[in-house]
């Protein structure tokens, strides 16, 4: 009884708002005409009003967190039963703006995030995995694709730094960067738990209200780019600034649900796949399908990914165990890349360089396959048996676990009540199981990631949807209490979870269809870090000018 006080309280401070609202505005709320715009505005202010919730959540019932999960879904359900009736959207703003001084004044003031970090430094944070080994194939430098316009230089300079570190060392060496400044400042000198502290729910999308949206995923570098497909047979591409964040394009063309969707390189294309056993591409510009790609067995598609290093190649699994390499060009197989699993292919994904393909079936099953950079062709390499009977419904490769060590890693979803990390041990993509993270995960297809940054600072960090309607942040090198953060305020499982280029803004998307984007709190480097950066870059470039990488001993002495 204690504790449910201070929801008592909270929903006295609601009453209290809403009556502010009608003494101040009586006389004209009798001469408020219904309109679309109206309904329009509700539907943005109430979202405003639920992330103002959320940011105070934690504040609620300490002792008890379930009353808070309960308390933001119930929250959620009025407010969107509310928005409907159309009220005048100035009342609900002056609404929106009493109930944030009242929460103020009873739980305290929350810092809110500045302004993003200027773009002039972008590309010194550009993960260490899309960088590392970008020429080290010289067959790919020579394919053809859709190729990120605005960063090759980045790469290339990272690519020889990298290979400067770390050249001849035995996989998991440790890098000479225990104490560097660069990684200390790319970090901004915080814990991992300050780092993916989130200020709360940024904006709500719920265009595909009452069907599961199973993917959801940032664009290629970018902050505010942001794409979604649906059961509802749709994929969405919203813009998350300028502010308010809005539906940019919807792609529509698909006859059946939209199991997976990806982004090439460059932004400009976007592929989907579908229980209607088409593989579609889309120009995300102007929502224009581009070409319908009609699986020959006319079996359902479940999932597809690029080739990193060339995206006229594309490769989808489909319902029939069958695993095949498409031309998106061409809109033809490619000759000597098909393959068969054991069961429905449910998730795929590259290493960096696009060596080796992981892909995981509804048996239980991950197989590692060898991609010839120049035909295209798939070699079956390895198998390992997860958990018979369980489906591997996400796989995530990463290079760098942490900014100290190359620890090429694998990480997993598998249906078993347990998120999985596994070690690649070697080039033809055997798996060593490192750690296990518990999670409520038993039926869906529920995705993770790593995030993007973790390379640079201390500690590496993954997150994971859960059936349990909660966002989990886990720190993979901590032995005990592995948990960082837990975001609460979906409606149901939580199915799919993505990370913007830097960090500052998360997104996640669950089973009813609603998708949240959270913010992160103020933890940014600093404008001398900012510069340290760039002087760093500058005192390479003779390096690159002279054609030569620079050596161990410049290396050490630059970080």
């Given at each position: 009884?204690?504790?449910?006080?201070?929801?008592?309280?909270?929903?006295?401070?609601?009453?209290?708002?809403?009556?502010?609202?009608?003494?101040?505005?009586?006389?004209?709320?009798?001469?408020?005409?219904?309109?679309?715009?109206?309904?329009?505005?509700?539907?943005?202010?109430?979202?405003?009003?639920?992330?103002?919730?959320?940011?105070?959540?934690?504040?609620?019932?300490?002792?008890?967190?379930?009353?808070?999960?309960?308390?933001?879904?119930?929250?959620?359900?009025?407010?969107?039963?509310?928005?409907?009736?159309?009220?005048?959207?100035?009342?609900?703003?002056?609404?929106?703006?009493?109930?944030?001084?009242?929460?103020?004044?009873?739980?305290?003031?929350?810092?809110?995030?500045?302004?993003?970090?200027?773009?002039?430094?972008?590309?010194?944070?550009?993960?260490?995995?899309?960088?590392?080994?970008?020429?080290?194939?010289?067959?790919?430098?020579?394919?053809?694709?859709?190729?990120?316009s605005v960063s090759r230089g980045s790469y290339q300079l990272q690519a020889q730094m990298n290979r400067a570190v770390y050249d001849e060392r035995p996989p998991g060496s440790l890098v000479p960067t225990s104490v560097a400044e660069a990684s200390r400042a790319m970090a901004g000198d915080t814990t991992l738990s300050e780092n993916y502290a989130f200020a709360g729910m940024h904006h709500i999308f719920d265009q595909h209200v009452d069907s599961a949206v199973p993917r959801l995923q940032f664009a290629n570098d970018d902050k505010h780019l942001l794409a979604c497909c649906s059961l509802d047979g749709t994929l969405s591409i919203m813009a998350l600034s300028p502010r308010p964040p809005s539906v940019k394009v919807t792609?529509?063309?698909?006859?059946?649900?939209?199991?997976?969707?990806?982004?090439?390189?460059?932004?400009?294309?976007?592929?989907?796949?579908?229980?209607?056993?088409?593989?579609?591409?889309?120009?995300?510009?102007?929502?224009?399908?581009?070409?319908?790609?009609?699986?020959?067995?006319?079996?359902?598609?479940?999932?597809?990914?690029?080739?990193?290093?060339?995206?006229?190649?594309?490769?989808?699994?489909?319902?029939?165990?069958?695993?095949?390499?498409?031309?998106?060009?061409?809109?033809?197989?490619?000759?000597?890349?098909?393959?068969?699993?054991?069961?429905?292919?449910?998730?795929?994904?590259?290493?960096?360089?696009?060596?080796?393909?992981?892909?995981?079936?509804?048996?239980?099953?991950?197989?590692?396959?060898?991609?010839?950079?120049?035909?295209?062709?798939?070699?079956?390499?390895?198998?390992?048996?997860?958990?018979?009977?369980?489906?591997?419904?996400?796989?995530?490769?990463?290079?760098?676990?942490?900014?100290?060590?190359?620890?090429?890693?694998?990480?997993?979803?598998?249906?078993?009540?347990?998120?999985?990390?596994?070690?690649?041990?070697?080039?033809?993509?055997?798996?060593?199981?490192?750690?296990?993270?518990?999670?409520?995960?038993?039926?869906?297809?529920?995705?993770?990631?790593?995030?993007?940054?973790?390379?640079?600072?201390?500690?590496?960090?993954?997150?994971?949807?859960?059936?349990?309607?909660?966002?989990?942040?886990?720190?993979?090198?901590?032995?005990?209490?592995?948990?960082?953060?837990?975001?609460?305020?979906?409606?149901?499982?939580?199915?799919?979870?993505?990370?913007?280029?830097?960090?500052?803004?998360?997104?996640?998307?669950?089973?009813?269809?609603?998708?949240?984007?959270?913010?992160?709190?103020?933890?940014?480097?600093?404008?001398?870090?900012?510069?340290?950066?760039?002087?760093?870059?500058?005192?390479?470039?003779?390096?690159?000018?002279?054609?030569?990488?620079?050596?161990?001993?410049?290396?050490?002495?630059?970080?």
């Open positions: 009884m204690h504790e449910n006080r201070f929801l008592w309280v909270d929903i006295a401070y609601d009453i209290v708002a809403n009556l502010l609202i009608v003494s101040y505005r009586v006389g004209s709320v009798l001469a408020v005409a219904s309109s679309t715009q109206s309904v329009c505005g509700m539907a943005a202010v109430w979202q405003q009003v639920l992330a103002v919730d959320a940011r105070y959540n934690a504040y609620r019932t300490p002792t008890f967190p379930q009353f808070r999960t309960q308390y933001i879904r119930r929250r959620s359900q009025l407010l969107r039963e509310n928005a409907k009736c159309g009220f005048e959207p100035g009342l609900r703003r002056q609404y929106l703006r009493l109930r944030s001084q009242l929460l103020a004044l009873r739980y305290g003031p929350l810092s809110e995030q500045s302004s993003f970090r200027a773009s002039s430094v972008r590309s010194s944070r550009t993960t260490l995995d899309r960088m590392e080994d970008f020429e080290e194939d010289p067959r790919a430098q020579g394919v053809r694709g859709h190729r990120r792609l529509k063309g698909h006859v059946g649900p939209v199991t997976d969707f990806a982004w090439s390189l460059s932004n400009d294309i976007i592929v989907s796949t579908s229980l209607d056993g088409t593989l579609r591409i889309w120009n995300t510009e102007d929502g224009r399908c581009i070409r319908e790609v009609r699986d020959p067995e006319s079996s359902e598609l479940l999932c597809c990914t690029f080739q990193p290093m060339n995206n006229n190649l594309t490769v989808v699994g489909n319902s029939k165990h069958h695993l095949q390499v498409v031309n998106i060009s061409t809109g033809k197989k490619v000759k000597g890349g098909s393959s068969k699993l054991t069961g429905r292919v449910l998730s795929l994904s590259f290493d960096a360089p696009g060596r080796i393909l992981w892909a995981g079936d509804d048996r239980g099953s991950i197989f590692s396959f060898l991609f010839d950079m120049a035909t295209g062709k798939l070699t079956k390499a390895k198998r390992l048996v997860v958990s018979e009977g369980s489906s591997i419904c996400s796989i995530s490769a990463r290079s760098w676990i942490s900014r100290e060590a190359r620890d090429p890693s694998l990480l997993v979803n598998a249906c078993v009540n347990k998120l999985l990390l596994y070690r690649v041990v070697d080039n033809e993509g055997t798996l060593q199981l490192k750690r296990s993270f518990p999670i409520q995960h038993g039926s869906q297809l529920v995705h993770s990631i790593f995030c993007p940054l973790m390379s640079f600072r201390q500690g590496a960090c993954v997150v994971t949807g859960s059936e349990d309607a909660c966002v989990y942040f886990f720190d993979v090198e901590r032995n005990t209490k592995a948990i960082v953060n837990k975001l609460q305020g979906h409606g149901g499982p939580v199915l799919d979870v993505s990370f913007n280029c830097d960090e500052s803004l998360l997104a996640s998307a669950d089973s009813t269809g609603m998708v949240i984007i959270w913010r992160r709190e103020q933890n940014t480097p600093t404008v001398a870090a900012e510069k340290f950066l760039l002087n760093k870059e500058k005192a390479l470039l003779p390096c690159m000018r002279h054609g030569s990488p620079p050596t161990h001993l410049e290396m050490t002495e630059l970080m």
